[in-house]
């Protein structure tokens, strides 16, 4: 057997058949129960033509079919291909057109959307829909009918630790793209071996053996499924034979309701975005949260002001604050202080490295600023996308680095402060403004609910900095009062010159800043405050 993960995912299943492993909504299935549909579906999909290196879309909200379609995948050796729900026509086209999607799974409500987009499929093999209750035109088979036809049955070929696992970006800074890894890559940099606060597998058959040691703890990957960060805490819920409880859509009272009522040990979200609704469902109503020990985040900020909150409302609760992309999987956790006004610095394992621009090590403590840099477990690169992948995937005296785009320093005890990614940077009279440091220390401001920094064309310094903030219900705001929290947190040309208020902020569904989006708004004016 190899670090291929449908094999295993089956190991698990083979080592704790009767064990709970998802609950979602109204539906409980167990290890055995999970398999079985996944291989249903998987031969759905086999009969359709679907097979080793085919793409597969997953085109849906969080639910038990989420995993199932990504397990029936991996077992006939395809692709499952992340979509974002909430992508409208225009993007749908392209990622269907980009990732070469020749099969779709996807819940009934995006029926519409799906009409319309199809043809972006240059192959059209299989489409299945699964009821939502909306009634929407659907093409394609049912999903229950689908499996209800086929075999609940393994019987598939050989797998490979080769096989690859794609996972697209949010798309932050440009469209999406899709980030190709080898299983066994995945598995050790994304997913800590399978045991990321412990010793990693040494085989894949020690996978089930310690899933079958362990307990029945219940974890929430409270993300959409569509981010990687989502998928790869879900997976490694797996390898431990947990149960992962899922929320359809993310709502702070639903996700404590689950919370109480599955007795939820461990949550992952993704930064401030989706803290917040927590923190306020708990304004508004007591839950019993005393089962839930730690909650992980990746993948965006996680602001001091927000942490504070929520420790206030769950003393117990452990807090993890991981540093990671899609590019690079787990690469270190925040250091006790950090914070906007000391720099978020972070200790990372020996892969990780700040190279400058000749590839080179940044000696620790010379104030140099280079690139984050991961060696070892690493993508083969992006999808269809050789220019974008020799840009980002280098080498150098025959070692192979990913640079995802973070600059960062190193401090001399060796840890890594993160500024942010070069792409987003902001450069004021040559002095370099990185957004998501100025965006810390906006969120620290008790008015400011979310914050997003750009840089906007300047006559005299090229570019200067302008602030988009949603500001907390009730909250009055002006730049004179932003600029002197801000300076009182980092440096003076970092403050922003502009402030734009609006009453919603446009974010991915995974919590991700859109920056495109902020900085065509600073730059029409039309929700500037002077």
């Given amino acids: 057997m190899q670090f291929n993960m449908a094999d295993m995912f089956e190991c698990v299943v083979d080592a704790v058949p009767d064990r709970e492993a998802v609950v979602s909504g109204d539906v409980r299935l ?98 299945v829909w699964v009821e939502d209750g909306s009634g929407a035109e659907a093409e394609g088979e049912p999903y229950e009918a689908a499996l209800s036809a086929s075999s609940p049955e393994r019987g598939f070929p050989e797998r490979s630790a080769d096989d690859l696992y794609i996972i697209y970006t949010g798309g932050t800074t440009g469209m999406p793209k899709g980030v190709m890894w080898r299983q066994e890559d995945l598995f050790f940099a994304g997913m800590g071996g399978g045991y990321p606060a412990g010793e990693a597998a ?12 362990g307990g029945a703890i219940a974890m929430m990957p409270a993300a959409p499924l569509i981010h990687g960060a989502a998928q790869l805490a879900s997976f490694i819920a797996f390898w431990s034979g947990y149960k992962l409880v899922l929320v359809p859509r993310y709502r702070g009272h639903e996700v404590w309701s689950l919370v109480e009522r599955e007795k939820v040990l461990s949550m992952s979200i993704v930064g401030d975005a989706m803290a917040r609704p927590l923190i306020e469902a708990l304004d508004e109503r007591d839950y019993d949260t005393s089962s839930l020990m730690v909650l992980s985040t990746a993948g965006a900020i996680f602001s001091d002001t927000v942490k504070a909150e929520l420790k206030a409302k769950c003393p117990n609760l452990t807090i993890i604050d991981s540093w990671g992309s899609s590019e690079t999987g787990f690469q270190g956790s925040a250091t006790e202080g950090s ?48 220019e974008k992948t020799a840009k980002t995937f280098v080498e150098k005296d025959g070692v192979r680095w990913v640079l995802p785009g973070d600059m960062a320093t190193v401090e001399e005890d060796g840890t890594i402060r993160i500024f942010g990614r070069g792409s987003v940077c902001i450069n004021s009279g040559g002095e370099k403004v990185f957004p998501e440091e100025v965006e810390a220390a906006l969120k620290a401001h008790p008015g400011v609910l979310d914050a997003v920094v750009v840089g906007v064309p300047d006559e005299r310094w090229g570019q200067r900095v302008a602030a988009v903030v949603q500001t907390r219900t009730g909250a009055s705001l002006d730049l004179e009062e932003l600029d002197r929290h801000c300076r009182a947190r980092v440096a003076g040309y970092k403050a922003p010159r502009e402030l734009h208020l609006v009453e919603e902020m ?18 029409a004016g039309t929700h500037k405050v002077n």
Avoid at 80 to 97: A, D, S, T, W
Avoid at 506 to 523: I, M, N, Q, T, V
Wanted: proline share 6%; aromatic share 10%; hydrophobic share 35%.
């Fill in 506 to 523: 446009r974010r991915s569904p995974s919590g991700k800043a859109d920056y495109p989006w902020a900085k065509k708004l600073a730059e």
């Fill in 339 to 386: 914070s906007p006004d000391k720099g978020f610095r972070f200790t990372v394992n020996e892969r990780n490295s700040v190279l400058d621009d000749d590839l080179d090590p940044v000696v620790p403590g010379s104030g140099v600023t280079g690139m984050l840099a991961q060696k070892g477990h690493i993508p083969q690169g992006y999808y269809g996308d050789p």
């Fill in 202 to 213: 040494k085989t894949p058959e020690e996978v089930g053996e310690r899933a079958a040691a």
């Fill in 30 to 127: 167990t290890y055995r129960e999970l398999d079985e549909r996944a291989n249903r579906l998987a031969h759905h999909l086999a009969g359709k033509g679907v097979g080793s290196g085919d793409h597969v879309g997953c085109y849906m909200l969080n639910g038990n079919e989420y995993l199932e379609t990504m397990l029936a995948c991996m077992k006939i050796r395809a692709v499952p291909i992340n979509i974002n729900y909430r992508y409208v026509e225009e993007e749908l086209r392209y990622l269907f057109g980009d990732a070469d999607l020749v099969a779709l799974v996807y819940h009934r409500e995006f029926g519409p959307r799906v009409a319309a987009t199809r043809d972006a499929m240059k192959d059209r093999r299989a489409f």
